[in-house]
């Protein structure tokens, strides 16, 4: 699909106020140019705009794959991409606020599953030898 729309002002004022209602603060957005597989039955890209930001130790990617199409992920510091469950949304607020409840959920269950961290965030003083 040639000719996708790069993200209008008011959408990256909804992403910004999104973002500084979840983390309390100013994130920097930055905006970029992805490669997309469209068709599912093609091999071929289409260069489509996106917003990137990074937000305690998460790195975001919200994809315009054309007008009211939105593709969202994230990737974690160890390399692992994550998607919402759902390929593509036609609203950017539910596509944005989607993502960021996936993130928070992974990390929850990240957090709590690797050694030295809680789900509570208390600290880890480890096991109990008796």
């Not at 994809?63 to 692992?80: H, I, Q, T």
Request: proline share 6%; charged share 25%.
């Amino acid at each position: 699909m040639p000719g996708i729309p790069d993200f209008t002002e008011a959408e990256c004022q909804l992403v910004a106020r999104t973002l500084d209602e979840r983390y309390g603060c100013v994130v920097a957005l930055e905006l970029a140019d992805v490669d997309l597989k469209l068709d599912s039955d093609s091999d071929r890209l289409t260069t489509c705009p996106a917003l990137y930001w990074n937000q305690e130790g998460a790195e975001f990617v919200v994809c315009k794959a054309g007008p009211n199409r939105f593709r969202p992920v994230f990737f974690r510091g160890d390399g692992e991409q994550f998607g919402t469950g759902r390929p593509e949304y036609e609203n950017l607020g539910d596509c944005v606020v989607t993502l960021l409840q996936v993130q928070a959920e992974d990390e929850k269950q990240h957090t709590s599953t690797c050694p030295g961290g809680t789900a509570s965030g208390d600290d880890y003083t480890g096991p109990i030898v008796i």
